[in-house]
């Protein structure tokens, strides 16, 4: 494209008109070549390329209505360059929304996003998992320790699980029940940190 096609699609955007289209059209197919460019350049997606390409041609047609564009630059090293832009902002804005994508998000809130059955479903098998996870961390604590928290989750009272394990009394239990509860929290505490 020379220095007098310039001229005439400059001419033909501000003349506006219904000879406006015409040239919007001229600008839109001389430089079609940008989306292949763009997506051996930039590695991106045809589509996208194509998104960026329709952006550059409103933004120049934009800014040459405006007065904005003053001709000091060939109007293709004009349109490349606010091509170039649009696509490194496209690239920048897709890498953000991965970024935002992949960042962990509490499983707790993404199950009430789930309809009714399927968040019941999930629920549950957290559930079995969460209690897995306990029952090994109750195992590594010792048999009495497993035994009498167990007893007392079940809904036993501290004088129940006294009898029940021999105890001398309930305040016995009471007291060997808050220790195994204190290793136990101390115990997952220690092992999210190390996560």
Sequence with gaps: MGEDSDIAILEGLKAGGGQRRIFERDLYKTFFYFIH????????AE??????????????????VKGSFE?????????????SNKCVDLLRKDATNKRKVN??????????????QARTAVQQLLMKEERQYLMQKLIALGEKCRQILLFFEDGYSDKDIAGFMEYNSPDVVKTSRLRC????????NVEQTLR
């Design 181 to 188: 509860l204190e290793r136990l929290k101390k115990n997952v």
């Design 103 to 116: 960042q962990a998000m509490p499983i707790d809130s993404l199950v009430y996003e789930l309809p009714d």
């Design 71 to 83: 001709g000091r630059s060939a109007l293709k090293s004009y349109g490349y360059k606010i091509f």
């Design 37 to 44: 460019q763009g997506t051996k350049k930039y590695g991106m």
């Design 47 to 64: 589509e996208d390329a194509a998104s960026a390409y329709s952006d550059t041609i409103i933004s120049i047609i934009d800014n040459i």
